[in-house]
């Protein structure tokens, strides 16, 4: 059963656009939301977070929504770059961390 | 922070043959964890440890798997009887105790390829 779940496998998106990659979850328990990018032959590496008593959290580039009711956050990416081209991993927290299968981001020049 | 590390990056075994992996975390983290990372699926949790205590094993951690972290620093992970079905990229991460939600650093992985 799978807990995290991302329904696109891959997006495409001319650069400068906005970039929105969508995340499911199941487990209402889940109190708290990250966002991991991987590039090939490397490990994910954190990007952003955010807490279940809030609807937004913002950093540069990429602000998360979650909407609690729908058990559904997205990251949002404005302005896209070419750099932003990776693989997308929405994960939960229970007391370890949970994994979607991740959304394949390009970003076209 | 020299960030995670992990020893090989690659290795290529062929079946039935015993392999063993290194991880060395970030040297202030107490929890350690290990992931599986199948092609076109995120990282699955396979175990972790606070301190030199392993606390939890996924249930898809089979008995030809065993993990430790003897002195509470770096962690083995060995996979006796190597299948064909083992092949995946095998990740170590690791955080601080305190704070649940804090995120996990990973490493860059190895890369499993049983023949």
């Known amino acids: 059963d799978q807990q995290v779940k991302q329904n696109s496998p891959s997006l495409s998106v001319q650069e400068g656009r906005i970039s929105i990659l969508n995340c499911d979850y199941t487990?209402?328990?889940?109190?708290?939301f990250l966002w991991y990018k991987k590039y090939p032959a490397e490990g994910p590496t954190f990007l952003i977070s955010i807490s279940s008593i809030k609807d937004k959290n913002e950093d540069g580039r990429f602000t998360v929504f979650l909407n609690k009711s729908a058990k559904h956050l997205s990251l949002h990416i404005v302005p896209s770059q070419p750099g932003d081209s990776a693989v997308y991993f929405c994960?939960?927290?229970?007391?370890?961390?949970?994994f979607g299968p991740g959304t394949s981001l390009s970003v076209i020049p | 922070d020299t960030g995670v590390s992990q020893d090989p990056r690659h290795k290529i075994t062929k079946r039935g043959q015993n392999v063993t992996f290194r991880c060395d975390p970030i040297s202030e983290h107490n929890r350690l964890y290990w992931y599986r990372q199948t092609l076109g699926q995120g990282p699955e949790f396979l175990t972790y440890?606070?301190?030199?205590?392993?606390?939890?094993k996924s249930r898809l951690l089979s008995d030809r798997f065993s993990a430790e972290r003897p002195k509470g620093s770096f962690s083995t992970l060995e996979i006796q009887r190597t299948e064909q079905g083992d092949s995946a990229m095998y990740l170590c991460?690791?955080?601080?105790?305190?704070?649940?939600?804090?995120?996990?650093?990973f490493g860059n992985g190895t890369r499993l390829t049983v023949t």
């Open positions: 991460a690791s955080k601080p105790g305190q704070g649940v939600n804090s995120p996990l650093h």
């Open positions: 994960a939960a927290i229970n007391d370890k961390v949970i």
């Open positions: 440890f606070q301190n030199e205590a392993q606390l939890e």
């Open positions: 487990n209402s328990m889940f109190d708290y």
